[in-house]
Nanobody, 122 residues
Framework: EVQLVQSGGGLVQPGGSLRLSCVAS????????TAWFRQAPGKDRERVSC???????DYSDSVKGRFTISRDNAQNTVHLQMYDLKPDDTAVYYC????????????????WGQGTQVTVSS
C-alpha cells in the first residue's frame, strides 16, 4: 500500500517562503507522476504544480514563477518550494501520486497525502 506523508507548511507572512515535502513509501514501482493540489475554503480544488516521471514540470498560472517543484527519486520525495507567498495562497495543500510512466501531467491521481495547511497572513 502506497502512503504519502507530507511535511512543511504553517503560517508565513506575505512575501515569505515555505517548502512542502511529500515522502512516499510502499511504492511498488519507481515510475510515477506527482502533483500538488490546494483547496481553500469555499473554493474548488486547484492543481498548482506537477512533475512527470521524466522530470517535466508544470505550474498553474497563479503560482508560475513563484513555486518550484522538484523530485528526489532516491528518497522517493517530491518538494514544493514556495516563494513570494500571497494571502491568496492560503489553503490546504495535498500531494498526489499517479503510478506509471508519464511524459505529461495526468488528470487523475491514485494516492493522496494527508494535507497540510499553509496560511499566509500578516
Amino acid at each position: 500500500e502506497v502512503q504519502l506523508v507530507q511535511s512543511g507548511g504553517g503560517l508565513v507572512q506575505p512575501g515569505g517562503s515555505l517548502r512542502l515535502s511529500c515522502v512516499a513509501s510502499g511504492l511498488p514501482f519507481v515510475d510515477y507522476a506527482t502533483a500538488w493540489f490546494r483547496q481553500a475554503p469555499g473554493k474548488d480544488r486547484e492543481r498548482v504544480s506537477c512533475i512527470t516521471t521524466t522530470g517535466i514540470s508544470d505550474y498553474s498560472d497563479s503560482v508560475k514563477g513563484r513555486f518550484t517543484i522538484s523530485r528526489d527519486n532516491a528518497q522517493n520525495t517530491v518538494h514544493l518550494q514556495m516563494y513570494d507567498l500571497k494571502p491568496d495562497d492560503t489553503a490546504v495543500y495535498y500531494c498526489a501520486h499517479e503510478p506509471g510512466t508519464w511524459n505529461w501531467c495526468p488528470d487523475a491521481y491514485k494516492d493522496w497525502g494527508q494535507g497540510t495547511q499553509v496560511t499566509v497572513s500578516s
